[in-house]
């Protein structure tokens, strides 16, 4: 089982080398999804994700997919998007755990080699931030 610590790593790298754990097979966790960035300014990306939010089904609305607003299944989302488009998509996505915050278990494990949000010169948003103004009202 590898332990990734999203603390300040940029979403889309993390999830890139998540996706190539799950294809050998293996079990993955991550904590700290909601400190993860998306690079871009905060009010583009919530545009963006607001979007997909509010898309809906011209024949029938209820059959519309439906986008996330708490961080961890928002950070599974992201995932699940670089996942093969088959049916063994469903089967990698049960081996990841996201959570918000470390629980007890993970205090002390986990890794944390990826790049950091400190790389970026452009502005950036952390998952927390993004999610809050989508209407994610913290616990």
């Known amino acids: 089982m590898k332990v990734y610590d999203a603390d300040g ?15 050998k097979n293996e079990d993955v ?3 700290n999804v909601e ?8 009010t583009r990306t919530v545009k963006v994700y607001a979007d997909k939010r509010n898309m809906t089904n011209k024949s029938n ?15 599974k989302k992201i995932v699940s998007g670089m996942l093969p488009k088959t049916s063994r998509r469903d089967d990698l996505l049960k081996k990841l755990k ?7 278990e993970y205090e002390g494990q986990g890794k944390n080699e990826l790049k950091k949000k400190e790389a970026l ?16 009202k913290a616990y």
């Open 61 to 75: 609305p209820e059959h519309a997919k439906k986008f996330p607003r708490r961080p961890d299944f928002f950070f």
């Open 98 to 104: 996201a959570y918000v915050g470390v629980p007890k």
């Open 29 to 31: 966790v991550v904590v």
């Open 9 to 23: 790593v940029i979403a889309g790298r993390l999830a890139a080398q998540i996706v190539k754990d799950l294809k």
């Open 121 to 136: 010169r452009i502005r950036h948003a952390s998952i927390l931030e993004i999610t809050q103004k989508l209407g994610f």
């Open 35 to 42: 400190k993860a960035v998306i690079s871009g300014p905060l």
